[in-house]
Each structure stands twice: as C-alpha cells, then as structure tokens.
C-alpha cells in the first residue's frame, strides 16, 4: 500500500505539472460553477425566492461542478492512452492502482480549487454559511468525498473510451441529465411521479440535499423538500453513496485496465 500511494502521489504530481501545458482545461473547470451560478441565481432566481433561492442554490452548485469534473478524468486518461503514456507506464514497476489513483488524485485537488472558486462567487451572490464550522467542514468533507467518487466514474468511461474524441463526448452526455434530473437546483417536491422518485434517490440529491443542511441553507419560502427516506436521510445516504459509488467503479476501472495491459 506505500508502494501504490507513493508512485499514486508521483502520478498526480506529473499530472498537475501537465496542467500547465493545457490551461485551457484547467480555465473550463473554474469557469462553468461560475457560470452556472451567475445564470440560474440572476436568470432564474428572480421567479424562485430571490436572495433566499441564491442561497439554496449553492449547495447544488457545489455537488454539480465536482460531478462535472468527472469528465475532465475520462477525458485525461483517454488522452494518455491516445498518446502512449500508459503505454510507458506499463513498462515501469509500478502497481497497476497507482496509474489510475494518481489521475484520480491530481482531479481531486482540481476539485479543491473549484471549491474555493465556487464558494468564493456563492459569497459573491449573497451566499452564506449559517453553521458552525465543524458542520461546514464536514459539508465540504462531503463533497469531496463525493467528488472522488465521481472521478472513478470518469476514469472508467475514459478507459473504455476507443479515442479522445469518444471519451469527450461519453464523458459529458451523462451528466446533465445526472444533475438536472436532481434537487440541484429544484426542489424534487414539484416533480411528477417516477420522475421524482428517480431525483429522490439520484446520489447528486442527496449530496446536494445534506450539504445545504450542514451549511444552514434552507428552501426558500414555497419550495417543499418532500419526505422521501433520501431526504429526510440525506447526510448518511450522501456518505453511502459516494463509498458505493467509489467501491463499485474502481473495481470497474482496475478490471478495464487490467485487460488493457495483457493486451
């Protein structure tokens, strides 16, 4: 295991030092919160709540940009298999893990900086965390753990993918209806019927959902939560989730790369 977190911590490093070479990429993850923030609290809020929809926006913010970086993993590991990197790692002792937890690592701190951006537009907007700080620490816990749960999604459509191009497009097509189809920015309450049992139980509703509550963000005036098991349980469906998640698409990702390898 110190063998796999060293060379993992190698990878990630060579990784964020690459980030230099495409800033671009490192512009788009900062920008889209931004956008997304500004569009939907000045576009929409006005017919929603206000300064007190804006508020409750964040929380949705938070789990949809960190969910959209997941195309920025898929998107890394197809363009080093494009251009033989994983080739070359291949050639080098190194464990296997250490290849796909290092893109893995190196996304993380991305999200870390997307966070600060984020929350720094939220308090911009008239954001505001209402709790105390060892609840807000544990929401921003939260959606990190929730965005490493995602990378592995990413990492595992980007070994799948047969070029760049394919892991480009498979990488985004999931995720609005992922985050949309959420209590990201409404509430699930005014969905109809197998629609919101689907948004109900959508692990972004339940990040988004226990964030706002650990942050001391509620509804605006109106806007009703509903009483589904997800709801009400947001915060230990939130951690399960995200451990599932985790477990479920590493073994995905490990499986993919290992017939990668042999062949």
Do not use: H
């Amino acid at each position: 295991m110190n063998r796999v977190a060293r060379d993992a911590c190698i990878i990630a490093w060579r990784n964020l030092l690459n980030l230099r070479r495409t800033p671009g990429s490192v512009i788009a993850a900062l920008v889209q919160p931004v956008m997304f923030v500004l569009l939907l609290a000045y576009v929409f809020g006005g017919s929603l709540g206000g300064a007190d929809y804006r508020t409750f926006l964040m929380g949705g913010i938070f789990a949809q940009a960190v969910t959209f970086n997941a195309a920025f993993t898929a998107l890394g590991l197809a363009n080093d298999m494009d251009k033989g990197i994983v080739d070359r790692f291949r050639s080098l002792p190194m464990p296997r893990m250490a290849v796909i937890l290092g893109r893995t690592l190196s996304d993380l701190t991305m999200s870390v900086v997307t966070l600060i951006v984020t929350s720094l537009c939220g308090l911009l907007v008239g954001w505001r965390i209402g709790t105390s700080l060892p609840e807000a620490a544990l929401a921003y816990f939260l959606i990190l753990l929730f965005a490493f749960a995602m990378s592995w999604v990413g990492a595992t459509i980007g070994l799948m993918a047969r070029s760049v191009e394919v892991a480009q497009s498979a990488g985004l097509i999931w995720l609005f209806p992922v985050t949309f189809v959420s209590s990201a920015f409404v509430s699930t309450a005014t969905m109809p019927g197998p629609l919101r049992t689907v948004a109900e139980w959508n692990p972004v509703s339940a990040t988004a959902t226990a964030v706002r509550q650990l942050f001391g963000n509620p509804p605006p005036a109106g806007i009703p939560l509903g009483d589904a098991w997800p709801v009400v349980n947001a915060l230990p469906y939130a951690l399960l989730c995200a451990a599932v998640i985790t477990v479920a698409f590493m073994g995905l990702a490990l499986s993919r790369f290992r017939r990668i390898v042999v062949s």
